[in-house]
């Protein structure tokens, strides 16, 4: 290869996954040895049933989608960056896909001999594709959507921008902010200094904080902002703008080049929506606009619908459990605030004043939120003082009773353990649940602190956030905690994972239906197995089982290469669960947490066998651990 063309390569690989863990060294040797080959469009790069598997194709430029030839389901689309055929350089035996050029499409190749050779040598590179292969392998029986998959994962903010952003210099007045919006018929103005991006402020920030309190609009427009403008480059795909928009509850990007960090553009919802048809940004949307219970619960049920959409469309399990919480935190915080204007106004003069938080445990709490959701919530109110403690105490509790029913009437189930607000002990002032947590944690109790170990799951989802932090200190204030993590450790060690002696897949028989029980007999143990090493490492940073193996599993921690080994079986396990109650939400079913192992493809139900013993092995490496 020329040096020009070598270069592109070399900085391609070092932006791409997983050659960007590689060291400048293995990368180079990579190059050294790489062909180039071109593809006309239509021209068939790999031929299904092929036994023979020469290279990994890396694709520099164009477009391959790979497909089983006789029915014509897309498997995937490789874009620039992507790469495909370590199936057969894994797997061996027949190819089960057809890789052909859509376009003109050049692609560089990385020999057999050099690529089993980094797999042998880089446990991290091998890892990688083995996930891939795994992905694959769950999705067999699945025609995914490619085309919208490279819409979202491999087209660039940079390319779906449609307009040149409006755009005032700092010094700018509140009119000439107005008239620059008004000239241009947008909705937003970025003000810019020296080509960089210091603010955004819209329409209706110039209504709310100007028209509506009599503002002069000779003051500078920079008065108006209130926090810089959340910024993402050029070259960063659609996904993550996405995420961005929903985590940070907003409806504008500010788009800057990639190079010089320089303005480019103004992403905005209705721009995802154009490109993308209805997201979950779009629906976060129509929940802040709902002013009613019922319509709140009329579009969960919809956006539940919506979500296999993006399964179809690529995105990683992980990914999709957050977005599912980000939806349902922003339903219930909707609820909360609906329901606190009721109480509020059915109490008058006797409605309670004072700093509240509704907390949220278990799945909502690790932000794992899947379709068929559990209430596991609390409350937690300042200490009041002691001539309004019956006053506090009955306003809480008719709020806390009506936020149950409303978000049961949105569809969320009836806690298992009994652990939601309208039960006395978790809708408490902040003394009491601090001394509840005393209990739990000194584990002198080992029946109390089991069941309580959702609670450990914490996070503030409304209101005053510091009485959540405060419950967390507490928690802090006694780790790490041998004691606590062994009984936490039962939990998750003593489950039976549905495996008989011969290794067929045990099913269940749950109100009437007869499936594997997904969540209670596999996901569950590692749930808990993960929440106890955390707590015996003291790791609070995140409750995510995927962040807690993920920090154990990088630590100095006795069971960290157990820890780091229970990550991929998590993975196939949550993706499987996501999947079957997507589908059945999509046909208007209720989901559960029931799969039929019968109606999987074989290698599903190999993969699922196969999961199902790493769980039983890590079950025996964590009793052994704490002597159970």
């Known amino acids: 290869m020329v040096a020009s063309l070598s270069a592109q390569i070399a900085e391609l690989l070092s932006e791409t996954e997983p050659f960007d863990i590689l060291s400048d060294e293995e990368r180079q040797s990579l ?70 050029a859509v376009e003109q499409t050049s692609c560089a190749l990385i020999a057999a001999e050099s690529f089993q050779k980094l797999l042998k040598s880089n446990d991290a590179f091998r890892a990688f594709f083995e996930a891939d292969i795994k992905r694959y392998v769950r ?48 909705d937003g103005v970025v003000m810019v200094q020296d080509g960089i991006a210091m603010g955004v402020v819209t329409e209706g920030d110039l209504v709310k904080r100007v028209v509506a309190t009599g503002g002069s609009t000779e003051d500078p427009v920079m008065s108006l902002v209130d926090r810089p403008p959340v910024a993402l480059r050029t070259d960063v795909p659609l996904f993550q703008a996405i995420r961005t928009m929903m985590r940070e509850r907003i409806r504008r990007i500010v788009v800057v080049d990639a190079a010089d960090g320089k303005l480019k553009g103004l992403l905005t919802s209705e721009d995802v929506s154009h490109f993308r048809g209805l997201d979950p940004v779009a629906t976060i949307e129509r929940i802040e606009r709902a002013r009613s219970v019922e319509e709140l619960a009329g579009l969960r049920a919809d956006s539940n619908r919506r979500l296999y959409r993006l399964y179809h469309q690529g995105v990683h399990s992980e990914d999709l459990l957050d977005i599912v919480t980000e939806v349902d935190d922003h339903l219930k915080q909707s609820v909360l605030g609906a329901v606190e204007r009721d109480v509020r106004e ?167 239906a007869v499936g594997l029980d997904l969540r209670a007999r596999a996901i569950q143990p590692i749930v808990r197995m993960a929440r106890a090493l955390a707590i015996d490492a003291g790791y609070l940073e995140s409750a995510s089982t995927f962040d807690r193996l993920r920090h154990i599993g990088q630590s100095d921690h ?39 192992p019968d109606g999987m493809h074989k290698s599903q139900q190999n993969l699922l066998k196969e999961t199902l013993k790493d769980v039983r092995s890590a079950q025996s490496d964590v009793r052994k651990h704490y002597g159970l």
């Open 558 to 596: 006795a069971l960290a290469p157990q820890a780091k080994a229970m990550i991929p079986p998590f993975t196939t396990l949550v993706d499987i669960h996501l999947r079957e109650q997507m589908r059945a939400a999509e046909r208007g079913a209720t989901p559960t947490d029931l799969v039929d």
């Open 346 to 512: 059915e109490f008058g003069d006797r409605a309670y004043d004072g700093a509240w938080a509704w907390l949220t445990f278990g799945a909502s709490g690790r932000r794992e939120s899947v379709l068929r959701a559990w209430q596991d919530n609390g409350l937690v109110y300042a200490d009041p003082a002691p001539g309004d403690r019956e006053r506090a105490a009955e306003f809480y509790a008719a709020l806390a009773n009506k936020v149950v029913e409303a978000l049961r009437e949105c569809g969320y189930g009836d806690p298992e353990n009994g652990i939601d607000a309208s039960s006395e002990p978790f809708r408490q002032p902040l003394s009491a649940w601090k001394a509840a947590y005393d209990t739990w944690a000194g584990a002198t109790d080992a029946e109390a602190s089991s069941r309580a170990a959702l609670c450990f799951d914490l996070r503030t989802l409304h209101g005053d956030t510091e009485l959540g932090d405060e419950l967390c200190s507490t928690i802090a204030g006694h780790l790490p905690n041998d004691r606590l993590a062994k009984v936490l450790a039962r939990e998750g060690t003593r489950v039976d994972i549905p495996l008989s002696t011969f290794g067929r897949i045990e099913v269940d028989e749950v109100d009437g």
């Open 31 to 100: 190059l050294q040895k790489m062909t180039l080959e071109l593809y006309a469009p239509g021209e068939v790069i790999l031929q299904q049933g092929d036994d023979i598997h020469r290279a990994l194709y890396i694709v520099t430029e164009g477009l391959v989608r790979l497909e089983e030839a006789e029915s014509g389901r897309t498997v995937d689309m490789a874009g620039s960056g992507s790469q495909f055929g370590s199936y057969g350089l894994l797997q061996g035996g027949a190819l089960p896909y057809e890789a052909r």
């Open 139 to 186: 999705t067999l029986d699945d025609d995914i959507d490619a085309s919208g998959a490279f819409l979202l994962f491999d087209a660039s903010l940079g390319s779906v921008l449609r307009a040149k952003p409006t755009t005032v210099e700092t010094g700018a007045t509140v009119r000439e902010a107005a008239q620059a919006m008004a000239s241009s018929g947008s």
